[in-house]
């Protein structure tokens, strides 16, 4: 077993595991304080309803008992002897990371009763979880054919995002989430590599089990994934895989959908209360007028690079939904700023250039071999304009470009930072990428280039589904929400797969890699160092 450890991962990606896993635990022990990631105190919550046995709690109000962040709890939050249990919004959510993160609660329930040390035990799994997601991405990049050094620094290079080590050092199910769907994408590139049905049906097998593990996100994900691999499925018995496909990529997902309905009446019910939306009449802006007028594109992405938060003692009245009385709570928003963000922010829009490289050299590797298939078609003067004139899927194509370009215009009005110059075109970029790659797929690849413009594709329509999502919540609760980087994750590995793709076809340089890689170790020292102790330290 040893060996075939070794025989699959190199000593390189197997330290640098371990030391993201130290990393996390030491963290998630001594600096992170509880509650000290989104939402930790309802994770730990749902965590500690299994663990003691109080089975999955029911999403409802505090007063009947089924869903509550209980007194214990608050009492630690907001360091009084006479906290209210509190209404638990996270029981919306399937029960797989909170029957995996009840095991260690429950042991150590057995060896101690300190909540200084019960409250963190549940982070370990987020910390072996990151640990594992590092070695995964490994195996993806080698499987597209990556080298060892490339494929060790990109997958390195995640763990040196703050957000990441932070998230992995508390109770939190986006870590276990951003694994499972990494388990997807590694088969899903196997699947169009080798194009066997086995492989097609572990990927589908990886995306139920994320779908049980978060509410809603992974099936805006699954959705493409699975109509891209029943396209890819050979065409013996494509009515058979089709079905067994999908019934397996649905199936954990339906069955809480069901218990949803028994329950409530409404398979996606997340609510947990009968409130009207915020507005009593829906705000009418339109879509670039939302876009030019809220910096909702520099939120998330500075979010998804570093957010830290302090949840605890306060003279604010706040209230939590139910309260019928305000607690004397303060909460705390702190963001990774300065020369760690920018890195961050260069080293991204520099991938996203290449991309765009990769994507013309693409596109004139194919209108190549459409013109010298189509040679003696036409003459002489005219065979050089079959690329433009003669064929509808490159006019298609263009128009495609034309729109990236007219959305980019929208976009490049909204006030963001001073890092203007950079971040304006990553996210045009990126939206120019997904909507080429929509009309590329018409248009025969091998199989490294399909799984790059497959994974532009997804990316472009989870940015979509989430943006629209943000947009409609923005006009019927009057404020921004579903900002937070982490609801990317799921994403995350088909987009760095797409690039690292494009860094192999363009043959960059390990060196600039692992330059580009050291840049965002010493970014994330800097991050915890100069910004994130000192905040921690000052709301303690």
Not at 274 to 302: A, E
Not at 330 to 344: E, K, L, Q, S
Request: glycine share 4%; aromatic share 18%; with cysteine.
């Amino acid at each position: 077993m040893f060996s075939n450890i070794l025989k699959n991962y190199p000593k390189s990606i197997l330290l640098i595991s371990l030391l993201f896993f130290i990393k996390a635990l030491y963290l998630s022990f001594f600096v992170t304080p509880f509650p000290g990631v989104p939402d930790e105190i309802g994770h730990f919550a749902y965590v500690q309803d299994i663990a003691y046995g109080k089975g999955i709690p029911i999403l409802s109000a505090p007063s009947t008992g089924k869903s509550i962040i209980g007194s214990d709890i608050m009492k630690y939050v907001e360091k009084t002897t006479n906290a209210q249990p509190a209404y638990n919004w996270i029981a919306q959510h399937p029960p797989i990371y909170y029957v995996v993160a009840a095991i260690p609660l429950k042991i150590g329930s057995f060896i101690t009763d300190d909540p200084e040390i019960l409250f963190r035990l549940p982070r370990i799994v987020s910390a072996l979880s990151g640990a594992l997601l590092l070695l995964v991405l490994f195996r993806i990049f080698k499987t597209i054919g990556l080298d060892t050094s490339r494929s060790t620094a990109i997958a390195a290079a995640i763990s040196f995002i703050p957000m990441v080590s932070n998230l992995s050092s508390g109770t939190n199910h986006d870590i276990l989430l951003f694994l499972f769907c990494a388990l997807a994408t590694f088969f899903f590139t196997r699947f169009i590599i080798y194009n066997k049905i086995r492989d097609s049906y572990q990927c589908a097998m990886w995306l139920t089990i994320a779908g049980a593990t978060k509410m809603m996100t992974p099936w805006v994900l699954l959705i493409p994934v699975i109509f891209i691999l029943i396209l890819e499925l050979p065409k013996s018995n494509r009515a058979l895989h089709a079905l067994g496909v999908s019934l397996t990529a649905v199936s954990m997902p339906l069955i809480w959908m069901v218990r949803n309905f028994i329950y409530f009446g409404n398979p996606l019910y997340t609510s947990g209360t009968d409130r009207k939306p915020g507005l009593d009449i829906p705000l009418s802006q339109n879509f670039p007028d939302f876009i030019h007028f809220h910096p909702t594109f520099d939120t998330v992405i500075h979010w998804f690079y570093g957010m830290f938060i302090s949840f605890g003692p306060g003279q604010e009245n706040f209230y939590l939904t139910y309260d019928v009385l305000p607690r004397h709570l303060r909460f705390v928003i702190a963001t990774a700023d300065n020369f760690p963000y920018t890195v961050f922010l260069t080293i991204l829009f520099i991938v996203a250039c290449i991309c765009v490289i990769y994507i013309a050299m693409l596109i004139l590797h194919i209108s190549k071999n459409e013109i010298l298939a189509h040679k003696k078609e036409f003459s002489p003067l005219f065979g050089n304009f079959y690329f433009f004139n003669h064929h509808k899927k490159f006019l298609f194509l263009i128009a495609g470009i034309f729109f990236a370009f007219i959305f980019t215009a929208f976009i490049g009005y909204t006030s963001i930072t001073n890092l203007n110059f950079i971040f304006f075109l990553i996210i045009p970029i990126s939206i120019l990428l997904g909507i080429v790659a929509c009309f590329l797929i018409f248009h025969p690849n091998n199989a490294l280039d399909k799984i790059a413009i497959y994974g532009f594709i997804f990316t472009l329509f989870f940015g979509s589904v989430f943006l629209y999502h943000i947009y409609q919540a923005y006009l019927t609760e009057g404020q921004i929400l579903a900002t937070q980087g982490r609801y990317f994750y799921p994403i995350i590995p088909f987009a760095l797969l797409s690039a690292s793709i494009a860094l192999m076809r363009l043959r960059v340089p390990g060196l600039l890699i692992n330059i580009a890689v050291s840049l965002l170790a010493c970014a994330e020292l800097f991050v915890y160092v100069q910004q994130a102790l000192p905040f921690y330290l000052k709301y303690s």
